[in-house]
Nanobody
């Protein structure tokens, strides 16, 4: 079991930035961020795999979001720039196996409680 606690959500205007953090009890093969907007399915946003830190992004956030991990601080982060109203969602960090790079939640094993991000136009 991996324990994860997110922080850093909030409200921001379109074009603004937010940085989400996730304190983790340990890292797994791949770590990721997912989000769920009201009335929509969970969407994989970004993943980072192995100590080499290879990253993967959904097309909708590529070039705007950056995922990173800090082993010394046991922290997973998501830097979100150029935010859009369609980025509004509850954001969750997740731990998973090596196939989590596909951003498919079936390969996740543990989730945090989520942090809300709201982007106004």
């Amino acid at each position: 079991q991996v324990y994860l606690v997110e922080s850093g959500g909030g409200s921001v205007q379109a074009g603004g930035s937010l940085r989400l953090s996730c304190e983790v009890s340990r890292f797994t093969s791949c770590m990721g961020w997912f989000r769920q907007a009201p009335g929509k399915e969970h969407e994989g946003v970004a993943a980072i795999c192995s100590a080499a830190g290879v990253t993967y992004y959904a097309d909708s956030v590529k070039g705007r979001f950056t995922i990173s991990q800090d082993y010394g601080k046991n922290t997973l982060s998501l830097q979100m720039n150029s935010l859009k109203p369609e980025d509004t969602a509850m954001y969750y960090c997740a731990a998973g196996n090596s196939r989590l790079y596909t951003l498919d939640r079936r390969y996740s094993s543990s989730w945090g409680q989520g942090t809300q991000v709201t982007v106004s136009s």
